[in-house]
C-alpha cells in the first residue's frame, strides 16, 4: 500500500512562490509515475503536471506551462512541484497521486491508483 503526504501549501501574495512537496511511503517508489492535480472550490479536479518514474520525461498543463515545475527525488520518495509566478486562478486544493500501470504518468485522474489527502494553496491579489 502506497501512502501519500502533501505539504508545502499555505497562502501567498499573486507573484510569489511556494515549494510542494509530497513525501511517499511504501513498496516500489521508484516504479510509480507521479502525477500533480488540483481542485478548486466549485470546480472539478484538474490535471497540472506529471513525471514519468525515472524522472526523465514530465508533462504540464497548458495554464502551468513556464510557471510550475515537477521533479522528483527517488532517494527521498518525495515529488515536487515549484510553483512559481503564482495568481489567484490558482487558488486550489493541490493533491499527488501515483500510478503503476502509466510508466509516463496521465493527464486522466482516473489512471492513477493512490491519492494523498491535499494541500491548500491560497494565492491572494
Known amino acids: 500500500q502506497v501512502q501519500l503526504v502533501e505539504s508545502g501549501g499555505g497562502l501567498v501574495q499573486a507573484g510569489g512562490s511556494l515549494r510542494l512537496s509530497c513525501a511517499a511511503s511504501?513498496?516500489?517508489?521508484?516504479?510509480?509515475?507521479l502525477g500533480w492535480f488540483r481542485q478548486a472550490p466549485g470546480k472539478e479536479r484538474e490535471f497540472v503536471a506529471r513525471i514519468s518514474w525515472s524522472g526523465g520525461s514530465t508533462f504540464y498543463a497548458e495554464f502551468v506551462k513556464g510557471r510550475f515545475t515537477i521533479s522528483r527525488d527517488n532517494a527521498k520518495s518525495t515529488v515536487y512541484l515549484q510553483m512559481n509566478s503564482l495568481n489567484p486562478e490558482d487558488t486550489a486544493v493541490y493533491y499527488c497521486a501515483a500510478t503503476r500501470r502509466y510508466k509516463l504518468g496521465s493527464e486522466n485522474n482516473d489512471h492513477y491508483d493512490y491519492w494523498g489527502q491535499g494541500t491548500q494553496v491560497t494565492v491572494s491579489s
Open positions: 511504501g513498496p516500489a517508489f521508484t516504479s510509480r509515475a
